[in-house]
């Protein structure tokens, strides 16, 4: 067993070194946090969406920015798409799961937010639908997939591919890329080193 944990260990080592060598990944990541301080300094918003553990972590960003990552600062506003039951179910039973982002996007969203969609395989079709309405609206889209070759890539204005065709692992570094960004936007906003 203790052979598993450490090949385990070891993969997700593997693929963040392999994120840590990507020079395009890497300037994306922070192309993405330039962005996003744009967007809090205009008076716009960051909305997130994802299925599953994806979910979760559109949640847990979300919450980094309104809360706080390092520093105690103002709160910014972001928004995940994965909380509210009433409105989830609603427009599932009434539209159909697919446009349950999309439908929400076209209540909320404005020109000059950004939209995060997390998708490990960049084929949740609730996910590229908010996309596509966001591109509507003059949203900016940022995606989060795995390394294949997907419609979330293929629509959105930047994706960050994590090198991996594994969903567990491709979930463990999306978070990293989330608390970079997180880490990035305070710096460039509230000066923390």
Do not use: W
Request: charged fraction near 20%; proline fraction near 1%; charge should be neutral.
């Amino acid at each position: 067993m203790s052979e598993f944990v450490r090949n385990y260990i070891k993969d997700s080592i593997d693929i963040k070194r392999n994120i840590l060598e990507n020079e395009k990944l890497i300037a994306q990541i922070e192309d993405v946090s330039s962005i996003i301080v744009k967007a809090f300094k205009t008076g716009n918003k960051i909305i997130l969406c994802g299925n599953g553990g994806s979910a979760a972590d559109a949640q847990h960003i979300a919450a980094e920015f309104v809360g706080r990552f390092k520093t105690e600062r103002k709160a910014l506003p972001a928004i995940a798409l994965t909380t509210d039951t009433s409105i989830i179910t609603a427009i599932s039973n009434d539209y159909g799961y697919d446009t349950v982002f999309s439908r929400q996007i076209q209540a909320i969203g404005k020109s000059g937010d950004v939209l995060i969609g997390i998708s490990t395989s960049g084929a949740s079709e609730n996910v590229v639908n908010a996309m596509t309405e966001a591109m509507k609206k003059d949203i900016y889209t940022v995606g989060f997939t795995g390394a294949k070759i997907s419609m979330v890539s293929d629509i959105a204005d930047i994706t960050l591919k994590v090198p991996s065709f594994e969903s567990s692992k491709i979930q463990e570094s999306h978070i990293m890329l989330g608390h970079i960004i997180c880490a990035l936007v305070e710096r460039r906003l509230f000066g923390v080193i």
